[in-house]
């Protein structure tokens, strides 16, 4: 059982890290965690997803941060498996290892961007531009950064749906559901971050191509 099962994941995974790939998954990860640490995290202006689901159970329940984080992925991953496959899965863990440590190097130094914190409206447009681009990257490479990424390749491949929509359908949700903690004005940021990025993701994964 053990040699069939890596048996499959080489057949699975044979070809899956080109060169051209891995560069690519280097570049989108380096410029998704680089905007997330030195804009997200320095002005307080989030995403939906996982992110946000992970704080409204820690606040509401009170469960530590670290198991959701474990436990949603885990869904999320588990869901897109059973419809995008095993190489899907090696070429996402490859990706979430990537941006993991990206954001440890990232974490080693001050940001070096000025802080927007006074500028929500102007860290919620730059934020998205660099979520969507490094984000889009990834996917358009095969990979993800998370489990929203993962979710919503799950919601569009099953549904048909653009990808674009299916980020909207899971970030709005959470946003909603986010009020119930947080004030409107920062849900507010929070949604001209989702609805940019997404739009942005879904150019780059589509190539421009119009897809209904």
Same mark, same amino acid.
């Given at each position: 059982?053990?040699?069939? /099962?890596?048996?499959? $994941?080489?057949?699975? @995974?044979?070809? *899956? ?9 280097? /570049?989108?990860?380096?410029? @998704? &965690? ?28 009170? /469960? ?6 474990? !436990? ?19 070429? &996402?863990?490859?990706?979430?290892? @990537? ?8 974490? $080693? ?16 447009? $730059? ?17 993800? @950064? ?5 979710? *919503? ?5 099953? +549904? ?14 959470? /946003?909603?559901?986010? !009020? ?12 001209? +971050?989702? +609805? !940019?990025? &997404?739009?942005?993701?879904? !150019? ?9």
């Amino acid at each position: 059982m053990f040699r069939d /099962l890596i048996g499959r $994941l080489r057949k699975e @995974c044979s070809g *899956a890290f080109t060169t051209k790939r891995v560069l690519s998954i280097l /570049l989108g990860t380096a410029i @998704c &965690s680089f905007g997330m640490y030195n804009i997200h995290r320095q002005t307080g202006v989030t995403e939906g997803g996982v992110l946000g689901m992970i704080l409204l159970l820690n606040y509401w329940l009170g /469960l530590p941060s670290s198991l959701l984080s474990v !436990l949603l992925d885990a869904i999320c991953y588990g869901l897109a498996f059973r419809r995008l496959g095993l190489r899907f899965l090696v070429v &996402s863990g490859f990706s979430t290892l @990537c941006f993991s440590m990206f954001f440890k190097i990232w974490e $080693l130094f001050p940001p070096v961007l000025p802080s927007f914190y006074d500028k929500p409206i102007l860290a919620a447009v $730059l934020g998205a531009l660099f979520i969507g681009a490094g984000v889009g990257i990834v996917i358009k490479n095969g990979g993800s @950064c998370g489990g929203d990424d993962a979710l *919503a390749l799950f919601i569009s491949d099953i +549904t048909g749906w653009r990808l674009s929509r299916a980020y909207l359908i899971t970030d709005f949700t959470v /946003l909603a559901l986010s !009020l119930s903690y947080i004030p409107f004005v920062r849900i507010f940021y929070s949604i001209i +971050t989702v +609805t !940019l990025s &997404s739009s942005i993701i879904d !150019l780059i994964q589509t190539g421009g191509r119009k897809i209904k």
